[in-house]
């Protein structure tokens, strides 16, 4: 028994692992140096592990395609949507959202002349590394372009006013 156990266990050691080595084989003392080397072509990032077909990654807005109906406000269960009532648009906080794609699902988008059937103003991407320092950063808001300026003023005071 005990033979047969060491003869799977030296037979392990020789095996490739089985482990995706993310970002690079072994953890970077420094991460910010390492995207600069990698911005600088001399290192490259192992990528992740690829999502399946369907998966619930970062929820990307487009407000062309948006009537102003608010369902995806109604539905959401994480209050992640806000509603810009001067452009008749929509704000998506991406730190607040749980990636349940309720908005998704309900959202009936517009039709452009010329097309076939409406495409949804919202849709779930693939995106999942969205870490960041700050929860307001614009990799973490999904807005209209026009709103932007405002916005980052309204966020900036606030923060300032608390001190
Ligand atoms: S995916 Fe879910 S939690 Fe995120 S905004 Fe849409 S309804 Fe809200
Ligand atoms: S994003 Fe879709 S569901 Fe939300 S207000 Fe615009 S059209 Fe309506």
């Not at 003869?7 to 993310?22: E, G, H, I, M, S």
């Not at 407000?63 to 648009?89: F, H, Q, S, T, Y």
């Not at 919202?122 to 590394?129: A, K, Y």
Request: charged share 30%.
């Amino acid at each position: 028994m005990v033979n047969k156990m060491m003869f799977v266990l030296l037979k392990q050691l020789v095996k490739k692992p089985a482990t995706n080595p993310f970002p690079v084989k072994h953890a970077p003392a420094n991460v910010t140096a390492l995207i600069e080397k990698v911005q600088k072509g001399e290192a490259q990032i192992n990528p992740p592990v690829p999502v399946p077909e369907g998966f619930r990654g970062k929820l990307l807005y487009d407000p062309e395609r948006c009537i102003g109906c608010r369902l995806c406000i109604m539905v959401c269960p994480a209050d992640a949507m806000e509603w810009i009532p001067e452009l008749k648009k929509i704000r998506h906080y991406v730190s607040r959202c749980m990636f349940c794609a309720l908005c998704v699902d309900v959202c009936p988008g517009k039709k452009f002349p010329g097309e076939e059937k409406a495409v949804k103003a919202l849709r779930m991407s693939e995106e999942f590394l969205i870490a960041d320092y700050d929860k307001y950063s614009d990799n973490l808001i999904e807005e209209p372009p026009e709103a932007k300026e405002p916005f980052k003023k309204e966020v900036k005071d606030a923060a300032e006013s608390e001190g």
